[in-house]
């Protein structure tokens, strides 16, 4: 049997799609881009991402069903020195929860709500 990764996709529920996708773009220069829910009921914008790629790719979503909010599953992204995007966070209308910390072996972490209020992380190595 293939080991698989733990997580194989993630979706960051939203309130207001445009000033998520903004946040985002802002904070992390990340791509975007419209993805079709076969259900109807949904609007997704989904991070550019290779799925052949290691990691998980992922999708801001404004769902009737579920609602954005810290205390529920924590994303870590993944960037080259989390310094930068905390330098960016209020400025793309977030809020700076915890500045970069180190997390010993790990690196260091830096946490934050986005504009929907939810809890992110960044990791970084430096």
Do not use: H
Not at 70 to 88: H, K, L, W
């Amino acid at each position: 049997m293939t080991q698989m990764n733990a997580v194989g996709w993630f979706d960051i529920y939203v309130d207001q799609m445009a000033r998520a996708e903004n946040f985002y773009k802002a904070v992390l220069g990340a791509q975007m881009e419209d993805m079709s829910d076969p259900t109807g009921e949904t609007e997704m914008k989904s991070f550019v991402a290779n799925m052949e790629a290691y990691g998980a790719a992922g999708a801001l979503v404004k769902a009737p069903y579920a609602k954005p909010g810290p205390g529920g599953t924590q994303i870590y992204f993944s960037v080259e020195d989390c310094a930068t995007q905390q330098s960016r966070i209020e400025a793309a209308g977030g809020q700076v929860v915890r500045p970069k910390f180190s997390i010993g072996e790990f690196g260091y972490v830096a946490l934050a709500t986005d504009t929907e209020g939810n809890m992110i992380g960044f990791n970084s190595l430096k």
